[in-house]
Structures are given as C-alpha cells and as structure tokens.
C-alpha cells in the first residue's frame, strides 16, 4: 500500500561525493517535493516540480539540484555533499488542486542522510 | 507573508487528559489547513484537514480541529490523550501565489508527549 517510495531509508556518504536521493510515487501526481527536516527548523523545502522536466527552487536549494524525466520520478542531486547537508530528507507529492480542492501531501518514510 | 506558526515546542498531557496542539496561521486568500503527525524516523502522516464547512473537523486516530477564522487558528485537539500519540505534529497551509500548485507551508513541528 506504498505510495510515495524513496529509495534509502539511511545512508552514509562521504564528504565531496556526488549523492542521488530517489523518489517514486505511483498515485499519477503531478506535484512532487523534497524538504529536509532538522530539530528546531521543521520542514524547509528544497526544490519542487509541478510538471515533467520543471522544477522551482524552494527555500534553501543552494548545494542541490533536482531532475524529473518521468512523472512518478523526482530525484534530488546533491552535487558535493558536505557534512551540513546531515539531515532526514522527506519527499512528498500531491495533485494540483481542482474545483476548490486541495488535497495536501502524501509523504514517504524519509531518508535520513549522514556525511562524513 | 504567508506562514504558520506552532507557538509550543512541547506539549506535556497526562494519558487521559484532553490535549491541545495550537497552530495560527496567515495567508492571503482562502486557508485550506491540514495537520500531519511523524512518528521517529518515519514520514509525515495525514490526520485531517479544512477546506470549507463545518469548523470542527475530525480526523484519524480520534483527533479533530477546530477552526477559527477571527483568530487565524486551527488547533488539533483530542479528548482522552493515548501513550501512543507521542510524535510530533506539524500544522501546514495552503501558499498561494503566482502558480495554483498546491504548495503546503508548513509550522516548526510540536513534539507531543502523553505520560503514563
């Protein structure tokens, strides 16, 4: 009954390596997110896309980077990761809201990232 | 600006007792307000939201908001607190803006914790 996957639920990187976090939603969603969540800041957002192959820096998209070739995709590049990118990373998708709609979030399990 | 604020960063409630998280927000147009809970080391869960209607809205697990528009709140409650809705609970908002995709912002988090 998965809906939205990401593909690491922990992970250990090195300093200055080149790191894909990988995200899949299989509910046909067109919005798609990726926020990193740490103690006393709550959720901060990175990068979202409403769109295949578009993407909209969020908040703090400085030291990221994002590709969406399909639609059920949404992956987060962190180009040189750097230990203050430690953090969980949630990524969440959601349908564009209709007719007074506004469905909200579907969340994965999170990834929690370490950089040594 | 649009935000939300959760003024608590813990709430303590005897198992039992009834609980309120507060959640005050500011947006400009038409709120569409949600509550999520995480669990340790898990992603965000939906447990109910306002888009139009009656003020009290009631969700999973037991819990229910109750919206007001002259304050700007939508505080989740609960009438009998468990053990086991310790988590933290984030209160988010519909942004609007330039692009109607639905985009959440969300509050810092409060960190519920029932006692035995």
């Known amino acids: 009954d998965v809906k939205v996957t990401q593909s690491s639920r922990y992970l250990v990187k090195r300093t200055g390596e080149k790191v894909f976090l990988e995200c899949v939603q299989d509910?046909?969603?067109?919005?798609m997110f990726w926020y990193r969540q740490d103690p006393g800041l709550g959720l901060r957002l990175i990068y979202f896309?409403?769109?295949?192959?578009?993407?909209e820096k969020g908040d703090i998209p400085e030291g990221y980077s994002v590709s969406r070739e399909k639609k059920e995709r949404f992956s987060l590049i962190l180009e040189s990761a750097s230990t203050n990118q430690t953090s969980m990373y949630l990524c969440?998708?959601?349908?564009?809201?209709?007719?007074?709609?506004?469905?909200?979030?579907?969340f994965g399990s999170g990834t929690r990232l370490t950089v040594v | 600006a649009q935000s939300v604020a959760q003024p608590e960063d813990q709430v303590n409630v005897a198992e039992g007792n009834p609980l309120t998280v507060k959640c005050t927000y500011s947006v400009s147009g038409n709120p569409y307000l949600f509550w999520y809970v995480q669990y340790p080391n898990r992603g965000l869960q939906f447990l109910l939201k306002y888009i139009t209607g009656d003020n009290l809205v009631k969700g999973s697990y037991g819990f229910e908001a109750e919206f007001n528009k002259s304050q700007t709140s939508f505080h989740l409650k609960k009438p009998s607190a468990l053990v086991s809705d310790s988590a933290l609970y984030f209160c988010?908002?519909?942004?609007?803006?330039?692009?109607?995709?639905?985009?959440?912002?969300f509050g810092q988090g409060t960190t519920l914790q029932v006692k035995p």
């Open positions: 988010a908002v519909r942004a609007y803006g330039s692009s109607n995709t639905g985009k959440l912002i």
């Open positions: 896309s409403y769109d295949v192959k578009m993407k």
């Open positions: 509910m046909d969603h067109e919005n």
């Open positions: 969440a998708s959601s349908r564009i809201p209709y007719g007074g709609e506004n469905y909200g979030y579907t």
